[in-house]
């Protein structure tokens, strides 16, 4: 790719060879916009690129990586920093958890950590950089709205995308006033692979989102401008009210001495 910029920023998705990576795929490359398809899944990826770039007429990349692994994800890492030509991070390679708390092991718990939210923070900060040195781009970060509840019942996983919200929502504060995008997107049940490879079965759950329906929608939030999009959730008032009821917190979270209710009685 060259270096020069263009009007349409280049496009990097991670976890681009199925679900809702792939339809981001071609809902930029419909737009206009090259991209940079990033899965470990090779051979899904040419075969994508293939489609696209026949399809819409506009430049793709492939990069091989398991985000996982420090030498692949440094790669990528590399990619975002020199590559000016990509104004655009879509930050969505995840994988789900089976299982009680007391059933995960110390490997699966590493893995599920290292790409739902190391590898998501570090591609943040390796693009965030040049981005503001250029006063505009965008970073999109794929959460859930399992992160808003963990009655939902998979506790390590709906960390790791309370985890996304917040770096989104932190991120979003830091670099908006220097001219970058932060939308964090957080789908409920969506149609993809995701639920076969954790060992769910899909058809068991009672509502499902289709992922081309997930993908437009979260895509009308991205052109508004939305810090946070919840395709799922009807009543938009509810978000309003619950983030409204954390800044309420701000001005007594800070205080000096403890509650009077945590004050020893003499
Ligand atoms: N589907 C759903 O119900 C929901 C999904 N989400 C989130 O959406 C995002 C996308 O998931 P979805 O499309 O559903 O699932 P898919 O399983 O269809 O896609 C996951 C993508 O991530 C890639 N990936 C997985 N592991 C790695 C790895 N170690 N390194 C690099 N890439 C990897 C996969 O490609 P490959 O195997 O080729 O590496 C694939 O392209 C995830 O962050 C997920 O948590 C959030 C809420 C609901
Ligand atoms: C993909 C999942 O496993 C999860 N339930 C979610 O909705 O995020």
Redesign the pocket.
């Known amino acids: 790719m060259s270096t020069q910029p263009t009007l349409r920023p280049a496009v990097l998705i ?10 981001y795929a071609e809902r930029f490359a419909r737009r206009g916009h090259d991209l940079v398809l ?5 051979s ?2 040419d075969a994508l690129a293939a489609r696209l770039s026949e399809t819409h007429g506009v430049k793709i990349d492939v990069l091989q ?5 420090p030498a ?1 994800l440094e790669a990528v890492e590399a990619r975002l920093r020199s590559d000016a030509r990509i104004g655009v991070l879509i ?6 958890q089976t299982g009680a708390f007391v059933q995960q092991g110390a490997q699966a718990i590493d ?1 599920l950590i ?3 939210t190391t ?2 923070t570090r591609l943040a900060a390796a693009i965030a950089p040049r981005l503001v040195e250029a006063g505009a781009g965008s970073i999109v970060n ?5 992160g808003l509840a963990p009655e939902l019942g998979m506790t390590v ?1 709906g960390a ?2 309370a985890f ?1 919200l917040f770096l989104s929502q932190g991120l979003q504060l830091e670099l908006s006033p220097k001219g970058i995008y932060v939308q964090a ?13 954790a060992g769910m079965d ?1 058809n068991s759950l009672p509502e ?2 289709d ?1 081309e329906e ?1 993908v437009d929608a979260a895509l009308i939030g991205y052109d508004r401008r939305e810090p946070v999009t919840i395709p799922p959730l009807h009543v938009a008032a509810r978000w309003d009210a619950l983030d409204g009821a954390r800044q309420g917190l701000l001005s007594d979270i800070r205080q000096a001495h403890a509650a009077e209710r945590y004050q020893a009685k003499a």
Do not use: C, F, H
């Open positions: 991670t976890g681009a060879s199925s679900g809702i990576g792939a339809v990033v899965a470990r899944d090779k899904r990826l990586a398991d985000l996982t692994q692949d930050n969505n390679a995840g994988m789900a893995t290292d790409l739902n590898a998501v794929i959460g859930s709205v399992v996983y790791t995308k996304v997107v957080l789908p409920a049940a969506t149609r993809t692979e995701i639920w076969e490879r899909v499902v989102m992922v997930l």
